[in-house]
């Protein structure tokens, strides 16, 4: 089973950050053992001073090399990930795709329809790459910009909302669809550093929010537990 992260800058994460990519390895590493691999065509965090992804400093330097493989960036969202997808599976040969996208479109790019129909995109490239390809999907999380302004609260709800008809729509047995439920108790004070982007605690539920769709939906690995 390879598995493939894809998201914009809370997946990516900063220099000096855990990520709940490590956290979702370290799951996967007590659920799965070796019978499973992290792929993507990237590897490295945001670098804020050099605003651009050229760190490798994580916060644990025995994350190893093979697993911080992702693909993600900082201010990348279903707008950008759409046109590379199909180049990234076919590379990789990813079985599972765990998707965090939405929030840098809604904020930057696209409203909610525009930004759905870029979703219908990336899974359309990403079957046409692999026609058994699975995918979680993460609805847009409580944030920071959302929590100061009504109407952009409004357009995130509506894109979570197109994104479950999107998710409906498109879910097939060759290539189950999954919308993964979003983390409870999400706490901007706690679980972010600035309102948005996951501290240690946003880590694990962002994580577990993945974790526990693939164990209840498809039987994969099995419940989350923390590690240190």
């Known amino acids: 089973m390879r598995f493939m992260f894809v998201g914009d800058s809370q997946t990516i994460g900063s220099a000096g950050d855990h990520t709940w990519r490590y956290r979702m390895w370290q799951h996967l590493e007590a659920t799965l053992g070796g019978a499973y691999a992290i792929v993507g065509p990237r590897t490295e965090l945001y670098e804020a001073t050099a605003g651009a992804a050229v760190s490798h400093a994580y916060a644990d330097p025995a994350f190893p090399a093979d697993a911080r493989r ?39 790019y696209t409203n909610s329809d525009q930004t759905s129909e870029n979703v219908r995109a990336f899974i359309r490239a990403a079957r046409a790459a692999n026609p058994r390809v699975r995918t979680v999907v993460l609805p847009v999380i409580p944030n920071v910009r959302a929590e100061e302004e009504p109407p952009f609260a409004a357009e995130c709800a509506r894109f979570n909302e197109l994104l479950a008809k999107t998710v409906a729509d498109l879910d097939e047995p060759g290539s189950p669809l999954l919308l993964a439920s979003p983390p409870k108790a999400y706490d901007l004070r706690t679980d972010t550093y600035d309102g948005t982007h996951p501290g240690p605690s946003g880590e694990h539920k962002l994580a577990a929010a993945f974790a526990t769709a693939l164990h209840q939906a498809w039987g994969l690995g099995g419940p989350y537990t923390p590690a240190p």
């Open 70 to 108: 992702h693909l993600a960036g900082w201010g990348e969202g279903w707008l950008h990930m759409a046109p590379v997808i199909g180049e990234a599976v076919t590379a990789a040969r990813a079985d599972v795709l765990l998707v965090a996208l939405g929030l840098i479109d809604l904020g930057f």
